[in-house]
């Protein structure tokens, strides 16, 4: 358990769905971040927000669309999904300030049929 | 430029011996962190060790240890007798504190086999 829990841990989804991953970290952390990991590539860096506010979008498709309530919580809404989005996602978060790692949630393995 | 490089795509080692990861990095940035994760089969990514850039000394966490030569920019990792649960996939990173903004960068990873 390293304080990050992701919701859910496995999802099925059809192109035309609606659906949202959540992400939650009671670590005091003010920075955190979505992870696209696919089969055989290296990890994509999404999304960054530091204090609530999104610092980077790495020219990710608007049908990703980020939401940061708080601090504690980062949400990715997902809609019109292709199946090469099927990927693990991953949250994670830190503290900006600090020169510490990051800490990981268990990731969403995401399957777009 | 890749700023985290790792030249192994795929490692094996036989239980009980030791076995080195290599990673190399590139930054000029003066304050810096490395990092190595585990990845196992269920996809989370646990934390291993960490090493600052302005350590003197080498980092060690348990049964594994991070080689840190600084001049060559290399921050290898040593698992020290391996178990048949280290088999994984690893990953090195990077944190740049001040450029990057803060980000971990991450290399394309390594898949440890440990064989029985």
């Known amino acids: 358990e390293t304080g990050v829990t992701q919701t859910p841990r496995h999802l099925v989804m059809g192109m035309t769905n609606k659906k949202s991953l959540k992400c939650e970290q009671h670590?005091?952390?003010?920075?955190m971040y979505w992870y696209k990991q696919s089969a055989k590539k290296p990890l994509e860096l999404m999304f960054v927000y530091n204090f609530k506010e999104q610092t980077e979008n790495n020219s990710v498709p608007s049908r990703f669309s980020p939401e940061c309530p708080n601090s504690s919580h980062l949400f990715l809404h997902l809609h019109t999904l292709q199946p090469e989005d099927s990927a693990l996602y991953l949250c994670?978060?830190?503290?900006?300030?600090?020169?510490?790692?990051?800490?990981f949630g268990q990731g969403t393995r995401l399957t777009v049929v | 430029a890749q700023k985290i490089t790792q030249t192994q795509p795929g490692m094996f080692v036989q239980e009980k011996e030791a076995v080195t990861l290599d990673c190399t990095y590139d930054?000029?940035?003066?304050?810096?962190?490395l990092f190595w994760y585990k990845q196992p089969s269920s996809g989370e990514m646990i934390f291993l060790i960490y090493q600052g850039s302005y350590d003197q000394q080498n980092a060690t966490e348990g049964r594994y240890s991070l080689n840190f030569q600084k001049a060559r920019k290399s921050a290898n990792l040593v698992i020290s007798a391996s178990q048949l649960g280290d088999s994984a996939m690893y990953f090195c990173?990077?944190?740049?504190?001040?450029?990057?903004?803060?980000?971990?960068?991450f290399g394309d990873g390594t898949t440890l086999t440990v064989k029985p």
């Open positions: 930054t000029s940035d003066p304050s810096y962190g």
């Open positions: 990173a990077m944190r740049e504190v001040n450029t990057n903004a803060g980000k971990s960068t």
């Open positions: 994670a978060s830190s503290h900006l300030q600090q020169n510490t790692e990051a800490f």
């Open positions: 670590l005091g952390h003010n920075a």
